[in-house]
């Protein structure tokens, strides 16, 4: 059986998305140049992974001369959104609250990153952002 596609990011093809959010638009060899040295990847898994995310509907491309120049679709700030809301309903059935417990309970939440959770909280109730 073929493994269903994820709705999410992969790794991989956040760290292409990570690329092409920088550059704005670029080819296959645009982005292949912009990976880090000590994670280098061929060409040909680059290219790869463009067409796997013009499927999913991250990016499109279009044709100059020779090379297909590739554009995200989709904001980073509008991936970010769509991983946590796909993390809350697998993990955490729909529940910012049981997403918020099991991060303080479970993770090791510094002093400083509690305070800023308090702030963010206190911000909300206020009706701010």
Do not use: C
Request: negative net charge; proline residues 3%; hydrophobic residues 40%.
């Amino acid at each position: 059986m073929a493994r269903q596609k994820s709705p999410t990011l992969t790794d991989a093809e956040l760290r292409l998305m990570r690329v092409l959010w920088k550059l704005g638009r670029g080819t296959v060899a645009d982005i292949k140049d912009r990976l880090h040295e000590h994670e280098p990847l061929a060409y040909s898994t680059v290219l790869t992974t463009m067409r796997i995310l013009e499927e999913k509907g991250f990016v499109r491309h279009e044709k100059e001369g020779r090379a297909f120049v590739y554009e995200p679709l989709v904001e980073s700030v509008e991936a970010k959104q769509s991983a946590l809301k796909h993390l809350m309903g697998r993990f955490f059935n729909d529940s910012p609250e049981m997403l918020v417990a099991n991060l303080i309970e479970e993770g090791d939440v510094s002093e400083e990153s509690l305070t800023a959770i308090r702030e963010l909280l206190e911000r909300a109730e206020r009706g701010g952002k």
